[in-house]
């Protein structure tokens, strides 16, 4: 049972913007940064953003993350075909001392 | 180009032992930390552990920790993990991820490279 709840699905049509809660605690969202990860079908996970609201080089800007208090949120604008996957949020748990993913959040392109 | 290789896939019956593997390049391995996730058939992602290769430092989840060996061998750059009796709720696909964090004490920490998996089926 993860400890970051995320909605199962999300969707969109193209060019539209889509929101994807992650709800944590005091203990890991609430302490800690919120990193997220794109995982493509049949792909490995890829580093969406980290540290909250930063964008490695190469992914673009339509990603952008926050934080507020014990939750986070992911949002992409522009929605495009290629960005059907699933989404999920991480952050590290002080009180369980490890990392902890978020239930997952598949987005469907309509 | 900074890289995370894995074995390849495993076929395995429950009891038997495994190691797999995940070679980094491209970057100083032993100044980064491997994590390891599972992901079993059509679920989500489980951390399962770190170990940092320049001290052997390791953290295991608690869902992981007896039930798993993480190890390293920094002079060839590959992390390893292992179980001495495989189940069959092993089965999963595998993968190994370079971890970083600037705090110090993890409260930063992210996964940046992510090494393509390891598919191991456990199966009578």
């Known amino acids: 049972q993860s400890v970051l709840t995320q909605p199962p699905s999300a969707s969109g049509t193209p060019g539209q913007r889509v929101t994807i809660s992650c709800s944590g605690s005091?203990?890991?969202?609430?302490?800690?940064?919120v990193n997220w990860y794109q995982q493509l079908p049949r792909t490995a996970p890829k580093l969406l953003i980290y540290?909250?609201?930063q964008r490695p080089s190469g992914v673009p800007d339509r990603f952008s993350g926050s934080k507020s208090g014990t939750s986070a949120s992911l949002a992409i604008s522009g929605l495009q075909s290629e960005d059907e996957a699933d989404y999920y949020c991480?952050?590290?748990?002080?009180?369980?001392?490890?990392?902890?993913f978020g239930t997952g959040t598949k987005v469907t392109v309509l | 180009e900074v890289q995370l290789v894995q074995s390849g896939a495993e076929v395995k019956k429950p009891g038997e032992s495994l190691k797999i593997s995940c070679k980094g390049s491209?970057?100083?391995?032993?100044?980064?930390?491997i994590g390891w996730v599972r992901q079993m058939p059509g679920k989500g992602l489980e951390w399962m552990g770190i170990?940092?290769?320049?001290?052997?430092?390791?953290r295991y989840s608690p869902s992981f920790q007896g039930q798993v060996t993480m190890s390293a061998d920094k002079s060839i750059s590959t992390a390893y993990l292992q179980w001495s009796s495989l189940k069959a709720s092993d089965t999963a696909m595998y993968y190994c991820?370079?971890?970083?964090?600037?705090?110090?004490?993890?409260?930063?920490?992210?996964?940046?490279?992510w090494g393509k998996g390891t598919t191991v089926t456990v199966s009578s």
């Open positions: 991820a370079r971890g970083y964090d600037s705090s110090g004490y993890l409260y930063y920490y992210y996964m940046d490279v």
């Open positions: 991480a952050a590290w748990d002080d009180s369980l001392n490890g990392y902890v």
């Open positions: 005091s203990s890991n969202i609430g302490s800690n940064t």
């Open positions: 540290s909250n609201n």
């Open positions: 491209g970057y100083s391995f032993t100044s980064y930390w």
């Open positions: 170990i940092y290769p320049g001290d052997s430092d390791t």
